[in-house]
């Protein structure tokens, strides 16, 4: 149930079983924060790859907004319009 | 170490196999990072990408880069991530702690060059989910198209 303030997410492929294969959801909420909340509700498993059990957005989890990373804006609490894009990228990472 | 699972066959590109050599010896001694997107099994064009990481032991691949090849680039090609490769400046091709850690792309290959012996560098691949690597035989071919 979708009605104002309507958000568009991208869900990188190795999240999409989460999200029955979809690549795109339709979602909601005033800020990110919000915003996982209901993703998380709408698809089980896919908040706790996102957040950690202290709620923290996860440290290799990048999260953009209108192309913006929220670690450039306001994080967790930047704020959220209808008919903003938000994408989420799980890092490519490692090391020696 | 487990042996090549069978199941995992990847064909990488000669032209492919050498940019990734030429890559890491160019990064050296920082190691080197970038993508190489494909059609299923496919491979169809590798991407040089940003290593964010500070020092030499680590690599972060920028992730604005990410999202754009995610979400417009492949898209618009009708490719996907197939692989992500990263150099071992001076450690063997071989996962570490921290690349299985790190892994949060379990359908693609993760490609790792060794720069340990500098004439004949070694690239191996793996799969890296759940805390398990599994070895996949890379084919070295000529491209296919
Ligand atoms: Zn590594």
Known sequence: ??????????????LRRFTAGEAKVV??????????DNLGAGFPGLGERLRDDDGQIRRFVNIFVNGSNIR??????SPLHAGDEVGIIPAMAGGR | ?????????????????????????QESPRECCGLISGVKEHARRLYRLTNLAVGNSLYEIDPREIYE?????MPNHGTEVLAIYHSHPASPAYPSATDLALAF??????????????????????RLAEG?????????EEYCG
């Not at chain 2, 090549?4 to 050498?18: H, Y």
């Not at chain 2, 792309?105 to 793996?126: H, K, T």
């Open chain 1, 27 to 36: 979602s909601a909420g005033a800020t990110v924060n919000e915003l996982l």
């Open chain 2, 1 to 25: 170490m487990e042996p090549a699972a069978d199941d995992l066959v990847f064909a990488l590109p000669a032209a492919m196999r050498q940019e990734i050599i030429d890559h890491a010896r």
């Open chain 1, 1 to 14: 149930m979708v009605t104002d303030g309507a958000v568009h997410v991208l869900i990188p492929t190795p």
């Open chain 1, 72 to 77: 450039e804006l306001q994080g967790a609490d």
């Open chain 2, 105 to 126: 792309w379990p359908e693609a290959y993760y490609l790792i060059c060794s720069l340990v012996d500098p004439v004949a560098p070694e690239i191996r691949g793996f």
């Open chain 2, 69 to 73: 090849l995610e979400f417009r680039e």
């Open chain 2, 132 to 140: 398990r690597v599994r070895e996949a035989t890379i084919l070295f």
